[in-house]
């Protein structure tokens, strides 16, 4: 039981920094000067499914997805 405890909080720990390292690559979403004057049509918004972007944050979300259930696997097993 230890042993497996063990390996899931070492699992954590690599999801943990992974996240970090995705949350520090994502780019701020401000548009800038360029929403007062109303032209919000840009190229993110036209290719909204298919940037970088989109990527990093449906990753960000499963990395934090499994980190919560793994946290709670391991307080379960040691409670």
Do not use: H, W
Request: proline residues 0%; aromatic residues 6%; negative net charge.
């Amino acid at each position: 039981m230890d042993v497996m405890v063990t390996i899931l909080a070492v699992v954590i720990i690599l999801i943990a920094l992974g996240t970090i390292y995705l949350v520090l690559q994502q780019d701020e979403n401000d548009q800038g000067l360029g929403s007062l004057s109303g032209n919000t049509d840009s190229f993110y918004s036209t290719n909204k499914g298919r940037t970088k972007d989109v990527f990093l944050n449906r990753l960000t979300k499963i990395l934090i997805t499994a980190f919560i259930i793994l946290n709670v696997v391991v307080n379960l097993m040691i409670g």
